[in-house]
């Protein structure tokens, strides 16, 4: 099975402008989550979305969205960039099964590095 | 809330020494807790994890990690190191029921001399 992929892998964007991030979950996997990564704040949960619905959220403004397909892939948009949302974003998958009581490993992407400048 | 403290930003060992990497947790219900490991230019790539299961956990790589209760602690150890093992380290905890929400500490990166 091919793992998570993400694209692009790289981004360079400019302060005010926005960015939509996709992410495509290993076949069969309904949960998709996104994390960012800095250095400063290390890893911080942005969303998480199961059967195409937010189940999740982190404590992010509303700049940062995100949606998932019925296909389940997923895409993260970040509107008005600001210098500060330059991170690697990870995207992970997870095959749950049903209502989450249940810890099903998660599956990470190698992550898309945004630049702002 | 739920949290993870990773002890020590750097850590050092002589190759075919002990790995020892530190974590303490803080949580209010039964938590999940993991590790992940992170090499450069990569996503996380899962150790090990405990789910309330045994709390003595194999992962792979050789690694393994200890559940206590008492101590509030997963720390993370591998007998002998090994070169191929310097990487970044992450201790994280989730919510039982609480779907796929990691807290993840703020790592280790671990360093393997000859």
Known sequence: KAGVTQTPRYLIKTRGQQVTLSCSPISGHRSVSWYQQTPGQGLQFLFEYFSETQRNKGNFPGRFSGRQFSNSRSEMNVSTLELGDSALYLCASSNELAGGHTYNEQFFGPGTRLTVL | ?114
């Not at chain 2, 993991?34 to 996380?44: A, E, H, I, R, S």
């Not at chain 2, 003595?56 to 007998?79: C, M, Q, R």
């Open chain 2, 1 to 114: 809330a739920q949290s993870v403290t990773q002890l020590g930003s750097h850590v050092s060992v002589s190759e075919g020494a002990l790995v020892l990497l530190r974590c303490n947790y803080s949580s209010s219900v039964p938590p999940y807790l993991f590790w992940y490991v992170q090499y450069p230019n990569q996503g996380l790539q899962l150790l090990l994890k405990y789910t309330s299961a045994a709390t003595l956990v194999k992962g792979i790589n050789g690694f393994e990690a200890e559940f206590k209760k008492s101590e509030t602690s997963f720390h993370l150890t591998k007998p002998s190191a090994h070169m191929s093992d310097a990487a970044e380290y992450f201790c994280a905890v989730s919510k039982a029921g609480g779907g796929n929400k990691l807290t993840f500490g703020t790592g280790t990166q671990l360093k393997v001399e000859l």
